[in-house]
């Protein structure tokens, strides 16, 4: 079964910090961080080329944010620094066995279920 599981969310104070990981069934071409607040469009924050190559950084998030991936653990990781409240989301795990889709959640082909980061 194909899936991707999110974790490492919580509340954090402005300035800290936060991983996340996104543990895949198994390794993907392209895998990618969204990232969504109720009410408003989800915005994609990250993708990652399998080897952990980053090709895109939305601009929010440029210097702070930082993705990485360990392809014998299947697991890509978002490293999140100097958060602030407006970075405050639902953050998802999306994933593609043959393309990179930048921002475009629709693209993606294995998508998670999300995990929740709150700063105050």
């Known amino acids: 079964h194909v899936q991707l599981v999110e974790s490492g969310g919580g509340s954090v104070q402005a300035g800290g910090s936060l991983r996340l990981s996104c543990v895949a069934s198994?390794?993907?071409?392209?895998m990618a961080w969204f990232r969504q607040v109720p009410g408003e469009e989800r915005e994609g924050v990250t993708t990652?080329?399998?080897?952990?190559?980053?090709?895109y950084y939305a601009d929010s998030v440029k210097g702070r944010f930082t993705i990485s991936q360990d392809s014998a653990k299947n697991t890509l990781y978002l490293h999140m620094n100097s958060l602030k409240p407006e970075d405050t989301a639902m953050y998802y795990c999306?994933?593609?066995?043959?393309?990179?889709?930048?921002?475009?959640?629709?693209?993606?082909?294995?998508r998670g279920q999300g995990t929740q980061v709150t700063v105050s």
């Open positions: 999306a994933a593609d066995p043959w393309s990179c889709y930048g921002g475009d959640w629709a693209g993606y082909k294995i």
């Open positions: 990652s080329l399998s080897g952990g190559k980053s090709t």
């Open positions: 198994e390794n993907f071409y392209c």
